[in-house]
């Protein structure tokens, strides 16, 4: 299974950050997988942000919800993650990943003016 991360690596300040997980090697409804958005800020931790089931049901962190929306295009095999009013504080290295077994690269995402 492969991921890829993909969206704007550059982002201004109250903008919606968009990012997109393509995935081959296996189907994003296959059972009983979920595949998830995790972030990285410079010197913290990672950060589980929420995630998409294989039935399409979706799950967020407390910390995040209200900003974040995660979506599926399963005719794409993809999945994406929506951060709304973003601040310099999001910017983080952000990875999709299937559990915590198959992770994408990671692509950097900065907040800046």
């Known amino acids: 299974v492969q991921l890829q991360e993909s969206g704007p690596g550059l982002v201004k300040p109250s903008q919606t950050l968009s990012l997109t997980c393509t995935v081959s090697g296996g189907s994003i409804t296959a059972t009983y997988y979920y595949w998830n958005w995790i972030r990285q800020s410079p010197g913290k931790g990672l950060e589980w942000m929420g995630a998409?089931?294989?039935?399409?049901?979706?799950y967020y962190t407390p910390s995040l919800k209200g900003r974040t929306s995660i979506s599926r295009d399963t005719s794409k095999n993809q999945f994406t993650l929506q951060l709304s009013s973003v601040t310099p504080e999001d910017t983080a290295v952000y990875y999709c990943?299937?559990?915590?077994?198959?992770w994408g690269k990671g692509t950097l995402v900065t907040v800046s003016s």
């Open positions: 990943a299937r559990d915590y077994y198959y």
């Open positions: 998409v089931a294989f039935s399409g049901t979706t």
